[in-house]
């Protein structure tokens, strides 16, 4: 399979792809045969999906899992705190304050 | 090129690659006057440490008397106010029976700031200028202990600097010296993986433990060892940071689990338990980064590796930081503080293995003498808070 060279495949079984080069907004990417057109700026190191994941499916990143689906997410999606969950302590923002806890 | 380190030798028979003269407060009290001593002394070999409490505390104590006798340090002066609970009797016997020069200032029996500036930095000086003189030895690799963090991390950070930074821990390993890598509350996911690597069934045991102690701990405290720039930088979730700061263990089988300030035996891969014994009593386990570097510097590391993504500047008092950007955007962005550029694997430009070759022929170089990039800057960074610690149980160094 040819992968966009903005993109790495960390392992065969995962369900999401790592950006290496910055994919700015409105620029299409290959994956899997499908063009999907990035509706926002993809950073290094962000994730999208490889294929469509459903809700409560594991993210699968070099092989192990990382947390899991919180909403359907489609092919090529952004994949991120927004649509995945720890399955350990949850992750926290700028915003946190100690009584939310 | 030769790889033979001139080194100092210490009495107990470590060797250090620098030979520094630390200034200790035993209070935030004695802070100032601590700090004057080694501002107007402005030599990069007299450096400043501390503890700012005033209540006492075992974990403290253990932590500051094996920083008074670390290989890379030559001397220590000692300064306290006079009325805090620090041991300082306990400390100044520890350093002066490693055969080191120690002295001790008591701000309130010597005339007060100006005076214990003044005397505290004449000895110092004369400290630092003896000490000089001191002949180097050779030191082989498998003398050397090399420790490893991360700070900053981003997507990239386990994809490239990371597991680079695994291969030059292999290669160390290889030829004898003692690695050190640490955060058990930054391995939660990784138990399992980590317990099959452990050369002993108990010892696994041990490791599944510590991190089982680390989640419980950080469930407690109400937030993960995640920060808001791990997020910025594409990590989602603790499993998907704890996944790339893993890597930087390599491959190699571990040898044995340590506590802050435990000296490992010589040779082999040390998991460090960074996380307090019982209940939360004293807060976070590690406030940042610069915390867990102290504690690894504590039991022996002669120098760091700190791998970061997002760009950490840091470096520390009395043993060097080398840092390795896995982030090749971050790389241009802070290219006076990076050391290697491990960004070059993100763009397909480099292999792990070079990178890894790379990182290890810097180790050797900055063991040499060479600055690293934080050294050079003068970043001397440095905390000790309160923690408590049991001992190690026997399973943890199956090879003493």
């Known amino acids: 399979m040819n992968l966009d060279k903005r993109l790495i495949s960390l392992s065969s079984k995962d369900n999401v792809l790592v950006c290496c080069r910055q994919i700015p907004m409105n620029e299409a990417v290959e994956i899997n045969g499908t063009s999907v057109t990035m509706p926002l700026t993809i950073n290094v190191g962000h994730k999208i ?27 090529g999606a952004h994949v991120h705190s927004h649509n995945i969950k720890s399955d350990y302590t949850a992750s926290h923002d700028r915003n946190a304050t100690q009584s939310e806890q | 090129m030769s790889n033979m380190i001139p080194a100092y030798l210490r009495q107990d028979g470590r060797k250090g690659i620098r030979n520094v003269i630390v200034v200790a407060y035993l209070v935030e009290c004695a802070h100032h006057v601590a700090r004057q001593i080694v501002t107007r002394a402005n030599h990069p070999d007299i450096q400043l440490i501390g ?37 300082r009797k306990a400390l100044r016997e520890e350093i002066e029976n490693s055969g080191r020069p120690v002295n001790n200032l008591i701000i309130q029996q010597t005339g007060g700031t100006r005076s214990t500036i003044d005397a505290g930095l004449e000895w110092v000086l004369e400290t630092q200028a003896s000490s000089a003189k001191q002949p180097t ?9 090399v420790a490893t963090i991360c700070g900053g991390s981003d997507g990239t950070s386990g994809i490239s600097a990371n597991p680079a930074v695994g291969r030059s821990f292999d290669k160390l390993l290889e ?30 045991k041990e490791i599944t433990s510590a991190v089982n102690k680390a989640e419980s701990y950080y469930s407690k405290m109400g937030y993960g060892s995640f920060a808001p720039g ?40 040390y998991l460090m338990d960074v996380v307090p014994d019982g209940e939360p009593q004293f807060g976070f386990p590690n406030i940042n980064d610069n915390a867990e570097i102290v504690e690894m510097i504590a039991s022996g590391a002669h120098l760091t590796l700190f791998t970061t993504g997002r760009g950490s500047v840091v470096g520390s008092a009395i043993s060097p930081v080398i ?3 896995g982030n090749p955007e971050t790389f241009e962005n802070l290219s006076e503080d990076m050391d290697i550029n491990a960004g070059k694997i993100m763009l397909g430009e480099a292999s792990l293995d070079s990178v890894g070759e790379e990182i290890y022929n810097k180790v050797i170089a900055v063991a040499k003498g060479e600055p690293s990039k934080s050294e050079a800057l003068g970043h001397q960074e440095f905390i000790l ?3 408590q610690f049991e001992a190690i149980g026997p399973s943890c160094l199956p090879i003493r």
Do not use: W
């Open chain 2, 230 to 269: 791990n997020a910025d930088g594409g990590l989602s979730t603790i499993e998907e940071k704890s996944i790339g700061a893993y890597m930087k263990s390599g491959a190699s089988p571990i040898s044995g689990l340590i506590k802050p300030g435990d000296i490992p035996p010589k040779g082999g891969l």
């Open chain 2, 137 to 145: 030895v050779d030191m082989n690799v498998d003398e050397l202990v």
């Open chain 2, 51 to 87: 503890f700012p409490g005033c209540y006492p505390n075992d974990y403290a104590l253990k932590i500051m008397k094996r920083l008074g006798t670390h290989p890379n340090v030559a001397g220590a002066l000692l300064v306290s106010l006079g009325c805090e609970s620090f041991n």
């Open chain 2, 385 to 387: 808070t309160y923690k």
């Open chain 1, 49 to 75: 999906a490889r294929q469509a994941i459903a809700e409560g499916e594991l993210i699968v990143r070099c092989g192990m899992p990382i947390g899991s689906a919180t909403s359907p997410i489609a092919l």
């Open chain 2, 323 to 325: 840092k390795i950007c």
């Open chain 2, 175 to 204: 030829q004898g010296a003692t690695c050190i890598f640490e955060e058990t509350g930054e391995l939660i996911g990784c138990e399992q993986i980590m317990s099959e690597r452990a050369i002993t069934a108990d010892l696994g």
